[in-house]
């Protein structure tokens, strides 16, 4: 992938079902971090693990970005996935929908609870949550 100057107009990205897995999110997270255009990103079922929490997290604090709806229904997160993912998301500029169900959490977890509880009372934008 080019770096955050690149011209690419791609506004939707559906990788759906596709065994990207950890390491590939890693990788594909470099060429989003800093991308200035995509408004829909859709990764369900692909085997993204916790390991990729960090990257994730990392694409939803990029100040630029205008990613509205990301979807990561699922995959395989877990607690301490989804804890780190929602910590990216409470201080979100753009995303308004984020799909999180079928991952691996559970809502018995007091981290978790803390880490939701806490991305909806700081992120106004976020309207809409799929747990």
Not at 4 to 14: H, R, S, V, Y
Request: with cysteine.
């Amino acid at each position: 992938m080019r770096g955050p100057n690149n011209n690419c107009n791609l506004t939707i990205l559906k990788l759906d079902h596709n065994p990207i897995g950890s390491e590939g999110f890693k990788f594909l997270s470099q060429g989003l971090r800093m991308n200035t255009n995509l408004k829909s990103l859709s990764l369900t079922y692909c085997k993204i693990g916790p390991e990729a929490a960090h990257s994730i997290f990392e694409c939803c604090l990029y100040q630029n970005s205008v990613l509205e709806e990301f979807n990561l229904s699922g995959n395989k997160l877990g607690n301490d996935g989804v804890c780190q993912i929602l910590k990216g998301l409470a201080v979100a500029k753009s995303i308004k929908k984020v799909y999180l169900a079928d991952n691996g959490w559970s809502s018995d977890c007091p981290d978790v609870m803390a880490a939701l509880l806490e991305c909806m009372v700081k992120n106004k934008v976020l309207v809409r949550y799929d747990l």
